[in-house]
């Protein structure tokens, strides 16, 4: 319907007065969706096992210093001071259970009397968040990488000065993470100071992973992928005793005879118009085992250097590309290629960590409360993937770069469409009532969810 510009436009200029007074009111009116969600897994007890062995003179108990350092990242909130920003919204509080927010000083003297025992359980737990939703599956892709948190501090313990490609010669941590494919959740955190090689305690930590699983009862077909960090006989022998499928990035520029193998290769088959291969069976002189090596090759575009007639000549030239993996699994050289390159999705994993849960911001100068920070970062990263597999069922099936079977919302996303809401909280006859503006979308969402979380439990 056609309307007049009188209608849609407004002579309103001047500038509102503007009054502070307290009512119940809530910017983080979606907040309720995630409050049934803790319900519904019993996150709140989850965190109080993790902290029962120690004795605390608080008020709120270290298990709720927790949740609201997890709540704290959902809403968005980066430094611990931001806290001050919120403290009154009537929403948070119920989420917590709390008629008042701790202080800031409150929350850092908490983190302070963490311990080692604390984060080895909340590593548990996070597994346990990620295992009730991998039991069922056919099969499991575990992707293993480390990712730089760096700090501008040069006092916070158990940093070190490292490989940084975006701050060279700033003190970091460097933990390895271990990502679920399927789900994109994070299974399991190994925390490292900066100046480790990426390798570093791999083996162990991905031999405590696959055991943990296992003993969970989980009986399908276990596969890892892994970058030429982690190329070594110990890894690749001990994934093929267990029957774990792997594949491996070969660094075969510091292989010699690898190295000179793929510069003499003639015959190449073809994939595409882009990748084409050579198969071999191949192992370093210091390995008593041969493995299948797919030496692979891709066609790119290079710009030519020199004068360039551009009338006469297009200014590129064509190159080749070379890369090499291991692998013990069946697959033909163009399925092993997609899967391989699926392990990318590990860095839009870490890329959603650290802009939305900020998992690259440090915020004391001690170790085990920065772990345990991280740990409450992957923790909120993880219950934003729960709810939205909890909403809707998979929408695909197992693909060749084992992509997650949901199609998921960044978080942030989630923030700004679900969480960040304005209401006001009242009691008509009695009832507890949170009203919000009448925008048909987000109420839709809204009861979408809630049906869901209902449905679950």
């Given at each position: 319907m056609k309307v007049s510009k009188k209608a849609v436009r407004s002579r309103a200029t001047s500038i509102p007065e503007i009054r502070f007074e307290d009512q119940d009111l809530t910017s983080f009116g979606g907040l309720v969706v995630f409050q049934?969600?803790?319900?519904?897994?019993?996150?709140?007890?989850?965190?109080?096992?993790?902290?029962?062995h120690l004795r605390s003179s608080s008020s709120y108990g270290l298990g709720t210093i927790l949740l609201l350092l997890v709540t704290h990242l959902m809403l968005g909130w980066r430094r611990l001071r931001d806290l001050d920003y919120y403290r009154d919204d009537p929403i948070v509080k119920r989420t917590l259970g709390l008629s008042r927010l701790p202080d800031v000083s409150t929350v850092?003297?908490?983190?302070?009397?963490?311990?080692?025992?604390?984060?080895?359980r909340l590593r548990a737990l996070c597994r346990e968040l990620a295992l009730g939703w991998i039991m069922g599956l056919p099969r499991l892709t575990?992707?293993?990488?480390?990712?730089?948190?760096?700090?501008?501090?040069?006092?916070?313990?158990?940093?070190?000065?490292?490989?940084?490609?975006?701050?060279?010669?700033?003190r970091s941590y460097y933990p390895l993470m271990a990502t679920v494919a399927q789900t994109g959740q994070v299974f399991d955190v190994l925390h490292r100071h900066g100046a480790v090689h990426d390798s570093r305690g791999a083996l162990a930590f991905i031999e405590e992973c696959l055991e943990k699983v296992r003993a969970e009862g989980f009986c399908g077909r276990l596969e890892v992928r892994l970058d030429g960090a982690h190329f070594s006989d110990k890894t690749c022998h001990w994934l093929d005793d267990n029957g774990v499928e792997f594949s491996v990035s070969v660094p075969f520029e510091r292989l010699t005879e690898l190295r000179e193998r793929v510069r003499s290769q003639k015959r190449w088959k073809r994939i595409d118009e882009e990748w084409s291969y050579a198969e071999?069976?191949?192992?370093?002189?210091?390995?008593?085992?041969?493995?299948?090596?797919?030496?692979?090759?891709?066609?790119?575009?290079?710009?030519?250097?020199?004068?360039?007639q551009l009338d006469l000549f297009e200014p590129i030239e064509r190159a080749y590309e070379y890369k090499v993996v291991m692998t013990n699994k069946r697959l033909s050289a163009r399925a092993l290629l997609h899967y391989h390159n699926g392990r990318g999705a590990q860095e839009g994993v870490f890329a959603e960590l650290k802009t939305g849960m900020n998992l690259d911001y440090i915020p004391t100068r001690r170790l085990v409360p920065n772990q345990a920070y991280l740990l409450c970062a992957v923790i909120a990263h993880n219950l934003g993937r729960h709810l939205q597999m909890v909403a809707s069922p998979p929408s695909r099936g197992t693909t060749m770069r084992r992509a997650t079977l949901w199609v998921?919302?960044?978080?942030?996303?989630?923030?700004?469409?679900?969480?960040?809401?304005?209401?006001?909280?009242?009691?008509?006859?009695g009832t507890l009532t949170m009203t919000m503006s009448g925008n048909t979308a987000t109420e839709r969402e809204l009861r979408r969810l809630l049906s869901a979380l209902d449905r679950a439990a």
């Open positions: 049934k969600l803790f319900e519904a897994i019993s996150l709140k007890d989850g965190l109080r096992r993790c902290v029962r850092t003297r908490a983190l302070r009397s963490i311990d080692l025992g604390v984060v080895d575990l992707d293993f990488d480390g990712t730089v948190l760096t700090t501008k501090s040069r006092t916070t313990e158990g940093t070190a000065v490292g490989y940084n490609r975006k701050a060279k010669g700033s071999v069976t191949w192992k370093p002189k210091s390995w008593n085992r041969f493995h299948r090596c797919i030496l692979f090759r891709h066609r790119i575009k290079k710009p030519r250097k020199g004068p360039i998921f919302d960044k978080f942030d996303s989630l923030r700004k469409r679900i969480i960040q809401r304005a209401a006001r909280l009242t009691r008509p006859h």
